[in-house]
């Protein structure tokens, strides 16, 4: 079967307003690969880095099932 991989990366403005980013994660998803288990994985990811409050938007490849994530939850 296909392992399906998830990779995070995040970006910001400092204080300075220089464009920073940061690679967060790569990790595998366990099936199946439905948009709640990607919420989920996603969550996991940014709970860990302590950032859902720093979060404002999430942007994706165009996979219906992250799509369908950001249906799905509150950020």
Do not use: C, R
């Not at 399906?4 to 199946?32: D, R």
């Not at 288990?37 to 940014?46: N, P």
């Amino acid at each position: 079967g296909q392992h399906k991989y998830i990779g995070i990366t995040a970006h910001w403005i400092s204080n300075e307003f220089i464009m920073q980013e940061a690679f967060l994660a790569f990790q595998y998803v366990e099936y199946p690969h439905t948009g709640e288990v990607i919420k989920e994985k996603l969550e996991d990811i940014i709970n860990n880095w302590n950032i859902n409050h720093k979060v404002s938007f999430i942007t994706t490849g165009n996979a219906g099932k992250i799509l369908n994530y950001t249906n799905i939850t509150h950020i």
